[in-house]
């Protein structure tokens, strides 16, 4: 199936209607520029949903970071001259590869089954596992 049919089978989940003054429905498009900070939103809430306790989170970030930087998180902000834990004070080329990658990482955990596992521990194992698989199949993609 293509984007358009995907897109138009899913377009009413997103959509809403309201009724205006004179009693005639309006689409209400639920429609925002996508940026850093939804893509991770939307990858911290795959993490959630999939049942990883606090610590899963910066784990992740930290298997990430290694695998697309080649670096630890703390020194990719001491290098760039970006303020930790603020992704937007990082050069231009690392946001982008970090959207990518959370954005496969946010796929990939909504189809892995967790099911499986017997204890939190083994689930935020897997999900760090997940992210880190994501980081490296997106570093294949960039520059460097």
Known sequence: ????????????AEDSTQLDLLEDNQQLSKRRRVDGAIVNRDFRDAIHG????????????????????????????QSTGGK???????????????MASEIRATHEL???????????????????????????ETRKWLPW
């Open 1 to 12: 199936m293509g984007f358009l049919n995907w897109f138009q089978s899913n377009e009413s």
């Open 50 to 77: 999939s049942g990883g306790s606090q610590k899963a989170y910066p784990k992740a970030v930290i298997a990430e970071t290694k695998e697309l930087f080649g670096c630890e998180l703390d020194e990719l902000y």
């Open 84 to 98: 930790k834990g603020n992704r937007g004070t990082l050069p231009e080329a690392a946001q982008k590869a970090y």
């Open 110 to 136: 909504g189809r892995t089954e967790f099911y499986d596992c017997e204890n939190p521990d083994e689930v935020d194992r897997k999900i760090v596992s997940t992210t880190r698989a994501a980081a490296k």
